[in-house]
């Protein structure tokens, strides 16, 4: 089913065999102002497993990670060329409303970002702007026990959510993510502001998620994703004949093969640390 | 400074580290500080005397009789300004009905949905308009509503003050939606909000605190005006009954009682002037409060 790259500095993308598909690019280009960013990629994101992009700073690892979500909309002057198919549906076809979109497809960013609400009002929000009928006080105590917090923070509820520290900020923008239990949960370095024992717990976390939710983490730490995921993704920034730099992807495989046995040389590379 | 060691590395570690009040560092330092202090109390020193003066005199004014009186006419003893304080409410109420709505919601337009060319021209809109002297805002309502509706009336007040009041929440308005960080509609965005409910729910309320500054401001600015209204809202005796009408207010009571040689009507109008400043006062507490209790 996956499709074939013409270019030979590119590895193939394999899509690991016996999982469903839940999210497919192809030929996937991403331009900023005319500048490209991110070409061609092609890729198979399998159902309720844990997916990492990896590699070196600039490489459109966090722009391919908002083009799943739409979120690139967002942005000025940011323009997607090629498909996004989500079970089977182009999520740019012009008939599709982004909101939507986003309804099925959750984030997270790199900083922690609650809004300045109270805690409750964190995890209702977004089930009140999408009229679920549901009971509102469970809604938030299950989704803040999913994420582990609920221990920390179920006397003070009612507080600002922007109260809570660093790494319990992180968690209750999770918490807020999976509520309305989205199919897909995009997380954008969920760890890179986070102290080491924080972000231990937030991976333990994405390894219980995977079990509902299908993840797609972007982290430039190695070794994290090595722990955390099933599948990595490795890409890589070039140079193009205009002087600007752009992201592809080099190589896409279990997590194991990819640390153990990487086949590109560009992959054996950067996982030995010659660049990064 | 001398020092008589070998390296300049001891040299310097020599010498104490105490304050040496001769050196001519410290005594520019201190010249400084006294001069710029002398210029705050220059500076503090008007706001002080204005207050001083109209709590001084305009507060022996003080009784009942002040507030719930007629507006006295030449020569008449007492009486008081109960109509023009009435009528002060309802000119400067009519004028944040009309530009406050429009304002925050111009502001949210330029922050929130206007691309980057057109925002530059409406906000250099917007600081002209600003600078507009107050007698020719007030003409332009004389030749919108007066002479349109044929009569002098508080909305014709209103309406001047208004334009007056525009520019100033449109800009507080604009800079607190400014300050709402992009991460936080990210968020919101995120979690499958359209851009209505995103700037309706999260944007607005977070810079809720800044924009009631803001249009505090305006409406403070707007109470004490004087040149709009002379020829909108005018002046009269009564007790406001019909907007539609001339209505007195405390700043043209000022202007008119402040010049006349009676000397009752003189001590009417340092007393209005204290009620204005405390009008102004009390409407910046109330709006304090009204920030911080706020929960959303």
């Known amino acids: 089913m996956s499709t074939q790259n013409q270019s030979k500095n590119h590895q193939n993308t394999q899509k690991p065999s016996e999982t469903t598909t839940v999210l497919q690019t192809e030929k996937l280009s991403v331009y900023y102002s005319d500048t490209l960013a991110l070409r061609d990629v092609y890729m198979e994101i399998p159902k309720q497993q844990v997916t990492a992009l990896i590699g070196p700073s600039g490489c459109g690892k966090s722009t391919l990670l908002r083009c799943f979500n739409r979120l690139n909309d967002l942005i000025d002057k940011c323009r997607v060329e090629g498909k996004v198919l989500y079970r089977d549906k182009n999520l740019y076809s012009p008939k599709i409303d982004p909101v939507e979109v986003r309804r099925r497809i959750g984030m997270v960013f790199q900083k922690p970002n609650p809004f300045p609400k109270s805690i409750y009002e964190n995890i209702a929000y977004g089930a009140r702007i999408q009229n679920r009928k549901e009971n509102m006080d469970e809604l938030v105590e299950r989704s803040l026990q999913r994420s582990g917090l609920w221990g920390e923070v179920k006397d003070k509820l009612k507080e600002s959510g922007l109260s809570l520290s660093g790494g319990q900020q992180q968690r209750l923008c999770i918490a807020r993510a999976i509520a309305l239990k989205p199919e897909v949960v995009l997380m954008d370095e969920p760890c890179s502001s986070l102290d080491p024992i924080s972000t231990g717990r937030v991976e333990e976390l994405i390894k219980e998620l995977k079990e509902e939710y299908t993840i797609i983490i972007v982290t430039h730490n190695m070794q994290q994703a090595s722990r955390v995921s099933d599948f990595t993704a490795f890409f890589n920034a070039e140079e193009s004949d205009k002087g600007n730099r752009f992201g592809y992807l080099v190589e896409y495989d279990e997590t194991g093969r990819i640390f153990g046995n990487p086949q590109a040389q560009a992959t054996k590379e950067y996982l030995s640390g010659k660049f990064g | 400074m001398t020092s008589t060691s070998q390296t300049r590395h001891s040299a310097n570690t020599d010498e104490s580290m105490e304050f040496s009040y001769g050196t001519r560092r410290t005594l520019i330092g201190a010249v400084l500080t006294v001069l710029a202090f002398i210029m705050l109390a220059i500076a503090i020193l008007p706001l002080g005397l204005v207050l001083g003066y109209v709590i001084i005199r305009g507060g022996s004014q003080f009784n009942l009789e002040l507030f719930t009186g007629q507006i006295p006419v030449a020569l008449q003893e007492g009486g008081g300004v109960g109509p023009a304080i009435v009528g002060t409410l309802i000119v400067v109420g009519i004028a944040s009905v009309l530009s406050i709505p429009f304002g925050i919601l111009a502001a949210v337009y330029l922050s929130e949905f206007s691309s980057d060319r057109i925002v530059k021209w409406i906000r250099f809109a917007t600081n002209i308009l600003s600078g507009v002297p107050s007698i020719i805002v007030g003409l332009f309502a004389y030749g919108v509503i007066v002479v349109n509706t044929n009569q002098f009336s508080a909305v014709a007040g209103g309406f001047a003050l208004a334009i007056l009041m525009l520019p100033i929440v449109l800009r507080t308005a604009d800079e607190a939606l400014q300050l709402v960080p992009q991460e936080v509609r990210w ?63 405390l700043s043209i009571l000022v202007y008119k009682f402040a010049t006349v040689p009676y000397e009752n009507q003189q001590e009417i109008a340092w007393a209005a002037s204290l009620i204005l400043v405390l009008l102004v006062l009390i409407t910046s507490i109330l709006s304090r409060l009204a920030t911080i209790k706020s929960i959303y």
């Open chain 2, 187 to 249: 968020a919101s965005t995120g979690v499958g909000a359209s851009n209505f409910q995103t700037v309706l729910q999260v944007v607005l309320p977070s810079a809720m605190g800044a924009i009631v500054t803001g249009t505090t401001l305006a409406i403070a600015r707007a109470s004490g005006e004087t040149a709009p209204l002379i020829f909108t809202a005018l002046f009269s005796k009564f007790w406001p009954t019909n907007i539609w009408e001339p209505i007195p207010t």
